[in-house]
């Protein structure tokens, strides 16, 4: 696979015009790169300068057959790509003298990726993120339902939100969601740009909280759902989850997505009981440069 079979831009637009459709081709699988490209064309540049977005295709036989997409703050992103063409456009890349932090993508190609990366440039992958991706198939609300309801969350919530969105990152390891948040950049995190709602109790207390995103070549990606430790073990998050996920299929979404913490059976065993499948494996790198 020659490297100038890649098409570089800097303009989403034209990007859009000529790979949109194949990014709303598999909108599960590509919901990543959906969403972070929409919201990099709503926003424009990055609000802190930290550099400027890269976009690429793959085209053979008239056809586009991958994407990446390089973000200001240089993560990169892939969909799945085959592992000669992961090694060809990481040779192209550094060829170009491009220096992603990190990449994120399907399982498999960014292994694939992170090899490649490392035998070009001498830089060291470190593995950070490890996922299911999970798609809904029927909705199946939970059974015993808590009592309460879902509510969409408004300004005068917002303090909740953040709160809450700070210890679903501690929870995790997100420290630069942490960082972002802790500096009051709200906006540039990616929790920015959610709809937020609540499961109450009868009395009007939250309890629990789930976000999705907007509609996106008709995909809604659920995220980030979270219940305060002290009332977990009560079904608030599979009724606030299976709200959101109605939601997301009144309003038209015809893809309905999350992803999953590998390690935490109790989630992933939630998912399955509302309606939820798996489809694939995700996982992300980071680059270290210029270590031994």
Avoid at 11 to 36: E, Y
Avoid at 99 to 127: K, L, N
Avoid at 220 to 233: E, I, M, N, S, Y
Wanted: aromatic residues 8%.
């Amino acid at each position: 696979m020659l490297p100038d079979d890649w098409r570089l831009t800097e303009d989403v637009d034209d990007f859009l015009a000529r790979a949109g459709d194949f990014l709303r081709s598999r909108p599960a699988l590509h919901n990543t790169p959906l969403t972070d490209i929409e919201k990099l064309r709503t926003r424009g540049a990055d609000a802190r300068g930290a550099g400027t977005t890269v976009f690429g295709r793959l085209e053979s036989g008239g056809e586009v057959r991958a994407v990446f997409y390089r973000t200001p703050r240089g993560r990169l992103g892939l969909t799945p790509l085959s592992a000669e063409r992961t090694d060809a456009l990481a040779a192209h890349l550094a060829g170009l003298g491009h220096s992603p932090s990190d990449v994120i993508a399907d399982r498999a190609t960014a292994g694939a990726f992170a090899e490649s990366w490392q035998r070009h440039t001498g830089a060291v992958p470190v593995p950070f993120w490890r996922t299911h991706l999970y798609r809904l198939g029927t909705l199946t609300p939970p059974q015993p339902c808590p009592e309460g309801r879902g509510r969409l969350v408004g300004g005068k919530d917002r303090e909740q939100v953040v709160r809450w969105c700070r210890e679903f990152c501690v929870d995790v390891g997100e420290q630069s969601s942490i960082d972002l948040i802790d500096a009051g950049s709200w906006d540039d995190s990616r929790f920015g740009d959610r709809h937020f709602t609540f499961w109450e109790t009868p009395d009007g207390t939250p309890v629990s909280m789930a976000a999705a995103t907007s509609i996106v070549g008709g995909m809604v990606r659920v995220d980030p759902v979270h219940t305060p430790a002290r009332l977990r073990g009560r079904g608030y998050a599979g009724a606030v989850t299976a709200e959101v996920s109605r939601a997301a299929l009144a309003a038209g979404a015809t893809d309905v997505v999350l992803f999953t913490d590998p390690a935490n059976p109790t989630s992933n065993a939630l998912y399955q009981r509302i309606g939820y499948v798996r489809v694939a494996d995700f996982a992300g790198y980071r680059f270290s440069y210029g270590a031994p």
